[in-house]
């Protein structure tokens, strides 16, 4: 399998979470991350493009004083500030809601996005994660995602499209750049 047509939202959730991982995180952790940094990405876009509209003033320092009551603190990843939360299975990402995302959720996305490549599409993008050292990851990890992201119509058109997600591209970039 060289190519899996998809659209951007589960291969930026599925590299955030592998660049999660890379950085320390576990499995668990890590898929809950990549959905919120996915999701805050989106929501970015979907402001630029006038699909969203942001929230006034008050109403967002009213969320974040609901949030801060709730425990929710940031961890960065990707360029995103990814709202979490302290649980008794570890640390998760904050849904809107303040409560936890759920793991398996994220998991059961990814498959019902990936099918029978996710595990080739993860093996590749651990690969391109692995070639570089966690800092440089960390630095670098959302620049990366653009250079291999599926190639969509730009503007409205573009959102929620399917394109071509090359696993070769993927892997080359790791190739580039061996620790």
């Known amino acids: 399998m060289d190519t ?3 659209n951007r939202a589960p291969v930026l959730t599925l590299w955030a979470a592998v660049v999660a991982e890379r950085l320390g995180f576990d499995r668990e952790e890590a898929l809950t991350l ?4 996915a ?4 929501h970015s876009k979907g402001q630029r493009l006038g699909i969203f509209t942001p929230s006034p003033e008050a109403v967002r320092r ?3 004083e609901k949030a801060r009551a709730a425990g929710v603190f940031h961890v960065a990843l990707l360029g995103r500030a990814v709202p979490v939360l302290h649980t008794d299975e570890g640390l998760r990402a904050a849904g809107k809601d303040q409560k936890p995302v759920v793991p398996a959720s994220v998991q059961q996305y990814l498959v019902s ?6 595990p080739a599409v993860r ?8 070639s570089r050292d966690p800092e440089a990851l960390a630095d670098e990890g959302f620049r990366l995602y653009e250079a291999f992201r599926p190639v969509v119509p730009a503007g ?7 394109g071509t997600l090359s696993l070769a591209r993927i892997v080359a970039l790791g190739g580039k750049n061996r620790k």
């Open 156 to 162: 409205e058109s573009g959102w929620g499209a399917k």
């Open 34 to 37: 990549g959905k919120s940094v």
């Open 4 to 6: 899996v047509t998809v």
């Open 39 to 42: 999701g805050l990405t989106a």
């Open 123 to 130: 093996h590749a993008m651990e690969t391109l994660a692995e």
């Open 113 to 118: 996005k990936f099918g029978d490549a996710l």
């Open 62 to 64: 009213q969320r974040a």
